[in-house]
């Protein structure tokens, strides 16, 4: 099976635009993840799409936002963009985002904002 | 709410050393443990995981065993090769305070030496 993949992985955007990052999960997956990684706050979770619901949702200002689409790839959508909004944007697909459930990653976005 | 700790890095090895990387968590329930890796430039992969109490999880010669009494999931391999260097976390999902996302500890960078 092919694994998670996530496009663009590189962005750099200026203060004040937005961007939306792509992510498709593996073949069968209902449950697609988004994560933050920065090196001042690590790993966090953003929200999480089950079904073109979201169900589950981090702690992040409502600039951040997602979707899902019938085919279970994910969108996320960051408007507004702010200088501490650079961070590699991690996203995971697992089969139903149950907490026994492995959460498989994509590469990554890297994003830059300038 | 629930929460992962684990040691400050960097950790610095020879090759063929014993390696060990402590964590330790907080949380209600009865949450699934994860290990996870990331090579530089790349995404997370999934090391290892444990779903219950006294579950030993192990990959690749690394090894973990979820201890409710002392709440604590360490990661062992009792000979580290050049190729083993890599950020790893450790985390959680399923705990009274994180649904089916995952929490993560802060990461410990490995550098095994020749």
């Known amino acids: 099976k092919a694994g998670v993949t996530q496009t663009p992985r590189y962005l750099i955007k200026t203060r004040g635009q937005q961007v939306t990052l792509s992510c498709s999960p593996i073949?069968?997956?209902?449950?697609v993840s988004w994560y933050q990684q920065t090196p001042g706050q690590g790993l966090q979770f953003l929200f999480e799409?089950?079904?073109?619901?979201?169900?589950n949702k981090g702690n992040f200002p409502g600039r951040f936002s997602g979707r899902q689409f019938s085919n279970s790839r994910s969108e996320m959508n960051v408007s507004t963009l702010e200088l501490g909004d650079s961070a590699l944007y991690l996203c995971?697909?697992?089969?139903?985002?149950?907490?026994?459930?492995?959460?498989?990653f994509g590469p990554g976005t890297r994003l830059t904002v300038l | 709410g629930d929460s992962v700790t684990q040691m400050e890095g960097p950790v610095t090895l020879s090759e063929e050393a014993f390696l060990t990387i402590n964590c330790t968590y907080t949380?209600?329930?009865?949450?699934?443990l994860f290990w996870y890796v990331q090579y530089p430039g790349e995404g997370l992969q999934l090391l290892l995981k444990?779903?219950?109490?006294?579950d030993k999880g192990s990959n690749k010669g690394f090894e973990a065993t979820y201890r409710k009494e002392t709440t604590s999931f360490h990661l062992e391999k009792g000979s580290v090769q050049v190729s083993d260097s890599a950020v790893y976390f450790c985390?959680?999902?399923?705990?009274?305070?994180?649904?089916?996302?995952?929490?993560f500890g802060k990461g410990t960078k490995l550098s095994v030496k020749p």
């Open positions: 073949s069968g997956h209902r449950s």
């Open positions: 799409y089950f079904s073109e619901t979201q169900r």
């Open positions: 444990a779903t219950k109490a006294d």
């Open positions: 985390a959680l999902s399923g705990g009274g305070g994180s649904q089916g996302n995952l929490i």
């Open positions: 949380a209600t329930g009865y949450p699934s």
């Open positions: 995971a697909s697992s089969a139903e985002g149950g907490r026994r459930d492995t959460q498989y």
